[in-house]
């Protein structure tokens, strides 16, 4: 009798031990449980905040695009007569005469 309660209490001994190590590591795997939730919040996070700054991004992009076809709408097109003359009337009829050089003489 005195055997089987001695061998009782080491299986009693054992299982405690189990259980405390048990106990440690479900406490281990909730730290990291609530680690690996913190990283995931801020990853959220930072997720959020480059979508609200692609966003913004976006819209100044569509802008730039406004204001840059609004340019090009006020440009002269080919066939556009009313072109300016940005040379003017003198320069051109310089440039049909031949090139002399300084002292010579026509």
């Known amino acids: 009798m005195l055997t089987e309660l001695e061998q009782l209490a080491a299986k009693i001994g054992r299982v405690l031990h189990h259980a405390d190590t048990l106990a440690a590591e479900n406490q281990r795997l ?18 959020e905040a480059m979508a609200a700054d692609r966003e913004l991004l976006n819209i100044k992009i569509e802008e730039a695009q ?27 009829a310089q440039d049909a005469e031949p090139h002399k050089a300084p002292g010579e003489h026509a």
């Open 30 to 47: 909730r730290d990291e449980i609530a680690r690996l939730e913190g990283e995931a919040a801020q990853l959220r996070g930072e997720r």
């Open 66 to 92: 406004l204001r840059i076809q609004s340019i090009l709408d006020k440009l002269p097109t080919a066939s556009d007569t009313r072109q300016l003359d940005l040379l003017g009337e003198e320069a051109a």
